[in-house]
């Protein structure tokens, strides 16, 4: 069943269940304060990013593949909440008593053992477990190799390449997604076009070097860097050559699933090295993701 988007204004109230956060990356701790939850109550923008810009952090995943994969968790709703100074303001009671109760009609909620809300953050699980009106679940924090999962360790295992240590704590895979633009076709001329992204500023991405991914539903090759070879430039590029695959996908949206990362971004000294190596990339990683279950 597809998920139902609805906004503050227009949510009919209605018993439900509700699970509370940001949930940026929805990894696996967020994973279980969703389990059982038909109804998902996030906010846009990142909370901090209003409150303290200076030091908003990049998300994890766009609002796109967010929403989908809070679909594959079997949630019915999913309501945003435009996050802003005026709702910054509201207190904790305010945040429960118009929101919760009288918008929603949660007759019960789900947060996160840290989970903290309105002004000055002053409401926490305490406050919700001491509200007569819906039963109160609180999830502990999760730990995967010994070490509690949150978004700023998956945004540096991501910045840092290690895209098979935080799919670990995603639960799934790291995706990427972005429109296809025009790059300077000389994948084509190597014989491995590829669809080409520019990454969003806003987004974390991985780290420069090469990748084994899943593209379209098929195994991919990605280039993330600067192609130093050819000293184009111009600045980073997702570069995704998809095997068995050919399309035209010049600004259509493309979502990279990535499964591991391969080698690190190098410098040949002609094409031919480079074509030499982009045969072994592709081959590898034509192999690791023989391996993956696809995405």
Same mark, same amino acid.
């Given at each position: ?14 018993? %439900? ?13 967020? =994973? ?5 939850? /038909? ?24 609002? *796109?593949?967010? %929403? ?17 100074? /005026? ?10 008593? =118009? ?23 002053? *409401?926490?699980? !305490?406050?919700? #477990? ?6 109160? %679940? ?6 995967? /190799? ?66 084994? #991914?899943?593209?379209?539903? =098929? ?15 111009? *600045? ?27 080698? *690190? ?14 045969? %072994?990339?592709?081959?590898? !990683? ?10």
């Amino acid at each position: 069943m597809k998920i139902k988007a609805t906004s503050l204004n227009d949510a009919a109230r209605r018993d %439900r269940h509700v699970a509370i956060g940001t949930f940026d990356g929805v990894h696996v701790g967020h =994973r279980e304060v969703i389990s059982g939850a /038909d109804t998902v109550l996030s906010f846009d923008p990142h909370p901090v990013q209003v409150i303290h810009p200076e030091a908003a952090p990049k998300l994890i995943m766009s609002p *796109g593949i967010k %929403r989908d994969v809070i679909e594959g968790l079997g949630v019915e709703e999913l309501v945003v909440i435009p996050f802003d100074r /005026d709702f910054a303001a509201l207190t904790a009671e305010e945040f429960i008593d =118009r929101i919760l109760v009288e918008t929603l009609g949660a007759t019960q909620v789900s947060v996160g053992e840290n989970f903290r809300f309105g002004a000055r953050a002053q *409401g926490t699980a !305490a406050v919700l #477990a001491e509200r007569s009106e819906f039963e109160t %679940r609180v999830v502990p924090l999760v730990e995967v /190799d010994d070490e509690t999962v949150s978004s700023t360790r998956i945004r540096a295992l991501v910045a840092a390449g290690e895209v098979d240590l935080a799919a670990r704590c995603l639960g799934a895979p790291y995706m990427f997604e972005g429109i296809v633009t025009s790059g300077d076709r000389r994948g084509r001329t190597l014989g491995f076009p590829t669809a080409n992204l520019v990454p969003d500023d806003q987004v974390v991405h991985p780290g420069h070097g090469v990748y084994a #991914a899943f593209a379209h539903g =098929r195994p991919a090759a990605v280039n993330v860097g600067i192609r130093p070879t050819f000293e184009t430039g111009r *600045g980073v590029l997702i570069e995704t050559y998809i095997m068995d695959f050919e399309a035209n996908l010049y600004e259509q949206p493309l979502r990279i699933a990535f499964a591991k990362r391969l080698r *690190g971004e190098k410098r040949f000294s002609s094409a031919e090295e480079l074509i030499a190596q982009m045969h %072994r990339d592709v081959a590898e !990683a034509r192999e690791v993701c023989a391996t993956f279950s696809r995405p």
